[in-house]
């Protein structure tokens, strides 16, 4: 089953071959020279190397790097812990009011991690929301790795959970029926086929976690600092950020960064290619999902608890701090007021044209990083071009470059004199740097959704005398749409909140949703950023499920 | 017709993405509040007709960019945060020499060759009046018992003004006062925001070397927050405003500097809380002359800097 002869296979790889060349390859090679030449920025070739050694010998180095590794593990475990299951049940059996929990777990990533963070802290520090609703604070456990891991798993387990639920729907209960024929027990028939089977989606997902739980910066920011937990990420930031500006010590600490998720990335490889997970073979089947019977009450309650904690805290917190006048005047009906959403809408310092910017970028982002992202893929899983694995560790390499090395390269590489034309000081840059960022999202999803089509339906369709073009658009395209477009949709959330390379690469005179919120935080004004944030977090993810309904009333996809 | 509607969509896309840079005249970076230069930029095109085009961010992230930005820089005006900025860039020669016509009534502290403050912020001690906790009236009321884990400091790695506060006191005891806040489970807690957010909701209740003007600012929208200058004596932290010389608009730069010390331009400072950089013009806040300032060596701390925030991290480290 792995003929990979059949295919347009040049325009494919040639159309990804360009668009990674231009998004992701630029990037990062002005990192890596930025790396070894200290002083590129002044466009000097000087000193090779005379900086690197000394960056990568610093004793706390070793400290970073396994604080990094031990947070990234910790956050995928526990996003395992509690995605695995509830995606199981999800897939598998009748939940009730399933669309509402898709919904609730959907919110997550609308939600800025760093907005998540201030909203736990003011939620869970002693005289926090908690403490004046119930009397008591948690703070103990917040600034910790303990709370670390919790709030990074609650912001980006989903990630796990709609890859779990989705792709064991695809394998179906079908595979484990035919193994219950055979005399398999229902948990055999789960472990050995059904798992086994759902793998591509699941080490995709937990590979996207790792990656985001290296390459996260607020949370780490925030809380890690006070427990004294140094990441890779915080030590970059500060080489960037912090008198004297230390360019190279940062390149290079990103590229051991870089190195951590190459090795995640090729563990998942490993673990892929050592067998087929084609299950969407053509064949109608029927999506029979079983009843929960005497488990329906204790699975409500699961999946209420995990909504509650993931999406309910986290917002609350932030619309008490938007509805509150002051936050000395904590949760009293005289100090609450609408104020803050009022500035909002009346377009106080620019917060509609900051909208206005981060919803387009957002689109863009999506459509760009859609079309790169399913090219690639198609070129890496059903092609047999020379050079598709740098295509594949192109498409994965940008997930462990933290926002602002992304943005330090950009600047870098856009901003050498002799070039004609400058997408640098223009709006282009951020799409440039939001789709560097992002491109794994799609890729990751279009990689996992192609390792699952067998090869003979682009083969049947070749036969009957479709061209390569043609059947990629009418057999392949369809198929894995649904996982690209909620990939994609991913990547419009995403974008259109980024803050950390926005902060340094934004053109002059321009705003976007975080850069608004991160000001106001920055002069005081809390309420009128989680005003924002609250905006945006309603609108970001009301516009993908106005979008996927829409979608589904032409047939698209399937329901 | 397919045609033409992409080449509709492509104009459309251009015209959007070109709406969010207009042709400016002269590019500013500022470490200043976000709402203070969008008002000096619309006064002064009002004025002029000179088009501003505004960056906002910390000071660290401005020169991160400008560093990046160094093969072909873009700014003509950075207003930064630190004093030590101006210092470092004209030791670097970056500085156009300007002495602005209304640089006259700033006091010859806040002025050099090449730099003008822009106004000045101090630090001192944010403290929330409903925390139950005493009233502080110096640095070292906050070691004290009442205060036991109820005290944020702006981490001096990021603040250059908590760093100044922190070098000068640090010096004049031998970090023993940093030893006893420690002792007193006193931490370090991000930059000047980060530190200032947990007071306001009663977290903790007061800030070790705040900045000011955020301060005034929360006091003035209703916060429980008060802000207190010890008589012992505080830093303060001017803004050097500096043209750039590789700027290609340096006359419409140093006029942009002449509006900021106008008399409407620093009326906008002092709207803003900060303390203007002209003596004559008023606000309504305590001014330099009512602060007690300590007296350290700029230079020589500055020199030291590594080993004063290696040492203060040091004494905070987590156990």
Request: charged fraction near 15%; include cysteine; aromatic fraction near 8%.
């Amino acid at each position: 089953m792995r003929a990979k002869e059949i295919g347009g296979a040049a325009p494919a790889a040639w159309l990804a071959g360009i668009g990674l060349a231009v998004i992701v390859v630029v990037p990062f090679a002005a990192v890596v020279l930025q790396a070894i030449f200290p002083n590129l920025g002044r466009g000097s070739f000087a000193e090779p190397f005379s900086l690197l050694l000394a960056t990568l010998s610093d004793i706390r180095l070793v400290g970073m790097a396994g604080n990094t590794v031990l947070l990234g593990l910790a956050v995928v475990a526990a996003s395992a812990c509690l995605a695995v299951p509830l995606g199981m049940v999800r897939a598998l059996y009748r939940v009730p009011l399933a669309p509402l929990w898709d919904v609730l777990l959907l919110v997550p990533f609308m939600i800025p991690p760093y907005i998540a963070t201030l909203g736990w802290i003011m939620t869970l520090q002693p005289r926090g929301y908690l403490e004046q609703i119930a009397g008591f604070n948690l703070a103990p456990i917040l600034f910790s790795l303990t709370g670390m891991t919790l709030v990074m798993t609650f912001n980006t387990f989903p990630v796990v959970y709609f890859a779990v639920s989705r792709t064991v729907e695809a394998v179906g209960s079908r595979y484990a029926g035919v193994g219950r024929v055979f005399g398999a027990s229902p948990l055999r028939a789960f472990f050995h086929i059904t798992l086994p089977l759902s793998a591509p989606g699941l080490a995709a997902s937990l590979l996207l976690v790792f990656a985001a739980a290296i390459e996260e910066y607020g949370t780490p920011a925030a809380l890690g600092r006070r427990a004294g937990f140094e990441v890779l990420v915080t030590g970059i930031d500060s080489r960037v950020s912090d008198w004297p500006i230390d360019l190279p010590g940062a390149a290079a600490l990103s590229l051991v960064l870089v190195l951590l998720s190459l090795a995640a990335f090729l563990v998942q490889r490993w673990i892929l290619n050592r067998r087929s997970y084609q299950t969407v073979g053509g064949k109608p089947q029927a999506a029979e999902k079983q009843p929960l019977g005497r488990l329906a009450a204790p699975v409500l309650a699961a999946f209420a608890a995990v909504s509650f904690l993931a999406t309910g805290v986290p917002m609350l917190a932030v619309l008490a701090t938007a509805l509150t006048r002051t936050i000395s005047g904590g949760l009293r009906l005289d100090n609450l007021g609408g104020g803050n959403f009022a500035a909002v809408f009346g377009g106080a310092s620019g917060a509609l044209a900051a909208l206005g910017n981060s919803l387009l970028l957002g689109v863009l982002t999506a459509a760009v990083t859609g079309v790169i992202g399913a090219v690639a893929a198609y070129a890496v899983v059903k092609t047999r071009i020379r050079g598709r694995t740098a295509i594949d560790v192109l498409t994965v390499l940008p997930n462990a470059l933290p926002g602002i090395v992304v943005a330090v390269g950009l600047i870098l590489a856009w901003n050498m004199p002799a070039l004609p034309f400058t997408p640098y000081n223009t709006p282009l840059i951020l799409l440039f740097a939001y789709c560097c960022i992002l491109l794994p999202q799609t890729a990751r999803y279009a990689t996992a959704a192609f390792l699952q089509i067998g090869d003979n339906l682009e083969a049947a369709a070749r036969v009957c005398g479709a061209s390569a073009p043609t059947a990629f658009r009418r057999i392949l395209l369809p198929l894995i749409f649904p996982s690209l477009a909620s990939a994609m949709l991913l990547v419009f959330a995403l974008a259109s909140r980024e803050l950390v390379a926005s902060v340094v690469v934004a053109p002059v005179g321009m705003q976007t949703i975080a850069l608004f919120i991160w000001r106001q935080f920055e002069q005081g004004s809390v309420g009128l950023g989680m005003a924002m944030a609250f905006v945006t977090i309603v609108v970001t993810t009301l516009l993908p499920l106005a979008f996927l309904a829409l979608l589904r009333r032409t047939g698209l996809v399937a329901a | 017709m397919l045609k033409s509607l992409k080449s509709v969509a492509f104009g459309a896309l251009a015209t959007i993405l070109g709406a969010g840079v207009a042709h400016a005249d002269i590019t500013v970076y500022t470490a200043g509040p976000q709402s203070l230069i969008d008002k000096l930029a619309e006064g002064f095109t009002a004025e002029s007709g000179i088009k501003v085009n505004v960056f906002q961010a910390t000071t660290g992230k401005i020169m991160a960019r400008i560093e990046a930005e160094a093969a072909n820089p873009v700014v003509d005006v950075l207003i930064s945060a630190s004093w030590d900025t101006a210092t470092d860039f004209a030791k670097r020669g970056w500085l156009v020499p300007y002495s602005s016509p209304n640089a006259e009534k700033v006091p010859a502290f806040l002025k050099n060759d090449t730099t003008v403050a822009q106004g000045v912020s101090a630090l001192g001690i944010a403290w929330n009046t409903n925390s139950g906790t005493p009233k502080p009236a110096e640095w070292a009321d906050l070691a004290k018992p009442e205060y036991k884990g109820l005290v944020n400091l702006p981490d001096p790695a990021q603040s250059g003004s908590a760093f100044e506060l922190d070098a000068a006191l640090g010096a004049a005891d031998d970090y023993k006062l940093f030893k006893d806040l420690k002792a007193n489970d006193a931490a370090i807690a991000g930059a000047n925001a980060e530190a200032l957010n947990p007071v306001l909701q009663g977290a903790k209740a007061a800030v070790f070397g705040a900045v000011d003007y955020i301060t005034f600012g929360s006091k003035a929208k209703g916060e429980s927050i008060d802000m207190i200058f010890p008589a012992s004596g505080t830093v303060v932290a001017p803004r050097p405003a500096m043209i750039l010389n590789w700027s290609k608009n340096q006359d419409e730069a140093k006029k942009f500097v002449d509006y900021m010390l106008s008399d409407a331009g620093q009326k906008l400072v002092a709207d803003t809380f900060l303390m203007p950089a002209r003596t004559d013009v008023p606000a309504a806040r305590p001014l330099i002359s009512d602060l007690e300032l300590m007296d350290y060596d700029t230079a020589a701390i500055y020199g030291k800097r590594k080993e004063i925030l290696d040492e203060i991290a040091k004494i905070f480290a987590a156990n």
